[in-house]
C-alpha cells in the first residue's frame, strides 16, 4: 500500500500537467492555469481539430473536474485508442461503467489491463473482487489525502489532486469528505465562488458539515469586502452555537482587517476555554499588541505562549524580533532567532530577524550574508531590501545601499510602514551629497 502511493504521489503530483504542443490552445492552457476547466472545456469542445495525447488528457480532466461524465467517457476512449497506456483514461471508463452498472464490461476492461496497472487494481479490486462503491470512492480520496502528508506542498498538482476528488465524488454523491475536500481544492487555487458552492452543498446532517461551515468561514475572510464578509462570519458563527475554531477565524478576520482592538475581546473569550492551542491564541494576542504599540502587553503574551510551547519558531521570531529593534536582550534574542531559524531554515522572515540580530550586534559580514540570502528567496520582500540597504550603508557600500532603499521603496505596501523612514534616509543621503 505505501509503495503503491509513493508510486502515484511521484508520478502524478510531483511532475507537472504536460504542456500543449500547440500554441493555438494558448486559451486553454491559461484556462488550466486558473483552474478555470468549464472554459477550458468549452474551449476544447468547440474545436473539432485531431487533438494530440496530451490535449486530450487536459480534456479528460476538465470534463472529470467539471463532473460530466459521460464527455469525460467518451474523451477517455479516444484517449485509450491513442494511448494504450494512459491510466486516467481507463479510471475514467471504470468509474462509468461501474456507475451505470456494466459489471461484465468492467470484469472484461480488468482482464485486458490483469497485471500492468497497479493503480487500477488498488482503486477498484480487492483479490480480484470488485469492492463496492464506497470503497472505490474512498480508494480515490486516499491517493488525495496522502499527497498532503507526503509531497511538498509547492510541487502538488492540484489538476490532478481535483480529478481524483471529482471521480470520488462522481462515484459515490454520499461521500462527503469528497466534497468537502474538493472545495477546499478549489479554495487553494483561488476559485472562491466554486469552493463556496461547494460547501453549501454539505448539510447539517453530515459528519463533515462544521469543517465545511468552518471552511466556508475562511472563504468569506479572504474572498468578500468586509462588511459583507463580517456580516456572513457572524451569522455562520451564530449558526454554530459560537463554536470555538469559527470564533477564532472571526477573531483572525478581525486581526488581518487591522481591527485589533475588535480581535482582542475575542482572544480574550478563547482564552478562557483554555484550548489546546492556547499558545496560539496568546500569540496572535500579543500580535494585536505588538501592532497597537502595547510592547509590554504583547510580550508578556510571547512569553506566555513560550512558556506552553518553548520551541514555536513563529514565536521565538516575533518576541526576539520585537527585542532586536528595541535593542534589548541581543544575546538571548540571536539564540533564540538561531533556535527558530533551525526549526524552519526555509523562512525568510525567521532568516531576515536573524541578520537584523547581527546587525544590531555589528557582526555584519553575517549580516549581510544571512540578508542577502532572504533577497535570494523573497526578492521582492521591500522591508528585507531596506535592511539590506542598512546594512551595506554600515560596510560603506553605499551606492549600493542607495540602490536598495530605492527598490524598496517601489516595492513597498502599505503595510510595510517603511516610507517614511527610507525617504528620510535618502533625503539624508542627498542632501550629504
Not at 53 to 72: F, S
Request: charged content about 25%.
Amino acid at each position: 500500500m505505501k509503495k503503491l502511493l509513493f508510486y502515484i504521489l511521484i508520478t502524478l503530483f510531483s511532475s507537472p500537467l504536460l504542456a500543449f504542443n500547440s500554441s493555438s490552445f494558448l486559451i486553454s492552457q491559461i484556462a488550466f492555469k486558473n483552474h478555470d476547466y468549464p472554459t477550458s472545456l468549452d474551449y476544447f469542445n468547440s474545436n473539432q481539430g485531431n487533438f494530440s495525447t496530451n490535449e486530450l488528457l487536459d480534456k479528460l480532466i476538465a470534463a472529470v473536474i467539471t463532473e460530466d461524465l459521460l464527455i469525460a467517457y467518451e474523451i477517455a476512449n479516444e484517449l485509450t485508442i491513442k494511448d494504450k497506456s494512459n491510466q486516467e483514461a481507463y479510471i475514467v471508463k471504470l468509474v462509468y461503467l461501474f456507475s451505470n452498472k456494466k459489471f461484465k464490461e468492467i470484469n472484461k476492461l480488468h482482464k485486458e489491463l490483469e497485471g500492468n496497472n497497479e493503480l487500477i487494481d488498488f482503486i477498484f479490486f480487492n483479490n480480484n473482487q470488485l469492492k463496492d462503491k464506497s470503497t472505490i470512492s474512498n480508494s480515490l480520496i486516499d491517493i488525495v489525502t496522502s499527497s498532503f502528508s507526503s509531497t511538498d506542498q509547492r510541487t502538488l498538482n492540484y489538476n490532478f489532486l481535483l480529478f481524483y476528488t471529482s471521480l470520488s465524488k462522481i462515484i459515490d454523491k454520499n461521500n462527503h469528505k469528497a466534497t468537502l475536500i474538493k472545495g477546499e481544492l478549489f479554495q487553494s487555487v483561488d476559485q472562491f465562488s466554486l469552493a463556496r458552492d461547494i460547501f453549501e452543498l454539505i448539510q447539517p446532517s453530515s459528519p463533515y458539515y462544521l469543517d465545511a461551515q468552518r471552511s466556508l468561514a475562511i472563504n468569506y475572510s479572504f474572498n468578500t469586502n468586509y462588511k459583507e464578509a463580517l456580516e456572513k462570519i457572524k451569522t455562520i458563527l451564530k449558526n454554530n452555537n459560537n463554536n470555538y475554531f469559527i470564533k477564532k477565524i472571526l477573531a483572525d478576520f478581525y486581526r488581518f482587517k487591522k481591527k485589533y482592538d475588535l480581535a482582542i475581546p475575542i482572544y480574550n473569550e478563547m482564552i478562557k476555554e483554555n484550548r489546546e492551542d492556547l499558545w496560539n491564541i496568546f500569540y496572535m494576542r500579543g500580535i494585536c499588541y505588538e501592532r497597537l504599540n502595547d510592547w509590554e502587553k504583547a510580550e508578556n503574551d510571547f512569553l506566555t505562549s513560550l512558556d506552553i510551547k518553548p520551541d514555536s519558531p513563529n514565536v521565538l521570531n516575533y518576541l526576539a524580533y520585537g527585542w532586536v529593534e528595541r535593542e534589548m536582550r541581543l544575546d538571548q534574542s540571536l539564540q533564540m532567532l538561531k533556535a527558530a531559524y533551525n526549526a524552519n531554515p526555509e523562512s525568510y522572515y525567521i532568516i531576515d530577524s536573524l541578520a537584523w540580530a547581527y546587525f544590531k550586534k555589528n557582526d555584519l559580514d553575517e549580516a549581510a550574508r544571512l540578508m542577502e540570502k532572504v533577497i535570494d528567496l523573497a526578492p521582492g520582500e521591500a522591508i528585507s531590501l531596506d535592511h539590506l540597504g542598512d546594512i551595506y550603508y554600515a560596510m560603506n557600500r553605499k551606492r549600493e545601499a542607495i540602490h536598495l532603499w530605492q527598490q524598496a521603496l517601489e516595492l513597498a505596501e502599505p503595510e510595510d510602514e517603511i516610507d517614511e523612514s527610507v525617504r528620510s534616509k535618502l533625503n539624508k543621503f542627498n542632501n550629504a551629497g
